[in-house]
């Protein structure tokens, strides 16, 4: 599983970017980190819509996300 720190990007930047990492590599799952509950739930949207599983976890002031 690839971790993308996006910590500090505003949406869309990680959605598309967890995006473009699972249609091109054909990898099982990504973990996203970002800085803002918008992006995380973006991220859950794209991940369910994609058919990929979805969790996350706060740390400190960031968000691990999990597809």
Do not use: H, W
């Amino acid at each position: 599983m690839k971790t993308l720190d996006m910590t500090g990007k505003p949406c869309p930047i990680p959605v598309i970017t967890a995006k473009k990492e699972l249609e091109d590599n054909s990898i099982e799952g990504v973990t996203v980190l970002v800085d803002n509950i918008i992006a995380v739930q973006n991220l859950e949207k794209m991940a369910r819509g994609m058919g990929y599983s979805f969790k996350y976890e706060e740390q400190g002031e960031n968000f691990m996300v999990e597809i």
